[in-house]
């Protein structure tokens, strides 16, 4: 099986669960750190999701509930259990000999250690088979996204970057703020694409897009709107070709600043043009498609 992106998060996360035999969804990460003896309590203070203290072997988790979100909360909880959990971090983020350890979770720190402390959070709380079973119950899109929140209690941000992790469906989750990309995240199968330019940390979101049309307009965001369009795949990834992707795209309120983009691709071309020639076909095709092709002749 291939190593995914911060595996030894993925394989620690699974173990925790399997100790205490938990398969079920929702996982709940303050019972988790209550049966390590450690105590969680609220952190009022801007700019910091949570943090983790730690004196000898007693443990406190602070996390910020200044955000009326229960799964951001939950997922801080989870994150600073990945801290906890995770060889190497005690060591790491204690090193200047302090005992508090500030985090800053959810996907916006550009620190390996908070993002391995992240990729745990998600596959604690949000564990892959369960998971990618509640997935194959509904159909790609927000619906989904939705739904999953619901069952993990989870954010809606890290469930649309879990699905997108884990979907098997041609999908990219992008954050965006003032019309500059905060994040981005492709499934396997849209990855697997040939020519994808990913969508750069503090890019723009492209012109001619549902979202950027939607970013201009503060009160959306701020409000919770949506809006469903359709674009060429193009614009947004400069890949070439005719494919089209349905636009999905929902303000997350006023707490939370982000538009979040959700990107699903057509499995075709758009009828009104032309399909390319056998020859440009073949040229297109994945190397893994090519060899199931009948043979040419030189």
């Known amino acids: 099986m291939e190593k995914r992106d911060f595996w030894r998060a993925e394989a620690q996360a699974a173990e925790v669960l399997a100790k205490r035999k938990i398969a079920a969804l929702p ?78 979770s959810g996907y916006s720190s550009d620190d390996p250690i908070e993002r391995e402390a992240d990729a745990f959070a998600a596959a604690l709380l949000m564990p892959p088979e369960p998971f990618k079973t509640a997935c194959a119950r509904v159909g790609p899109g927000f619906k989904t996204i939705e739904t999953l929140s619901e069952k993990c209690v989870s954010s809606l941000t890290a469930t649309a970057i879990r699905y997108a992790d884990l979907s098997d469906d041609p999908i990219a989750i992008i954050g965006s703020s003032d019309n500059r990309v905060q994040f981005a995240f492709l499934s396997a199968p849209l990855k697997q694409r040939r020519n994808l330019i990913w969508p750069k940390k503090n890019s723009g979101v492209p012109e001619g897009t549902a979202t950027h049309s939607f970013n201009r307009d503060p009160k959306n965001v701020t409000r919770s709107r949506r809006t469903i369009s359709r674009a060429l795949m193009d614009v947004w990834f400069d890949c070439g070709g005719t494919a089209y992707v349905s636009e999905e795209v929902v303000g997350l309120g006023s707490s939370y600043g982000l538009t979040l983009t959700i990107l699903v691709a057509d499995p075709q071309p758009d009828p009104e043009y032309e399909e390319d020639s056998e020859e440009d076909n073949f040229e297109n095709m994945l190397p893994s498609d090519r060899w199931r092709q009948p043979r040419r002749d030189e």
């Open 27 to 104: 996982v709940d990460p303050f019972g988790i750190a209550a049966g390590e003896g450690i105590v969680c309590e609220t952190l009022k203070s801007s700019g910091v999701s949570g943090c983790l203290c730690g004196a000898g072997n007693t443990f406190t988790i602070f996390y910020n509930d200044s955000i009326n979100s229960e799964g951001f909360r939950r997922f801080t909880v989870a994150h600073e259990l990945g801290h906890y959990f995770l060889e190497g971090h005690y060591k790491y983020i204690f090193s200047d000999g302090n005992s508090r350890h500030v985090s800053d």
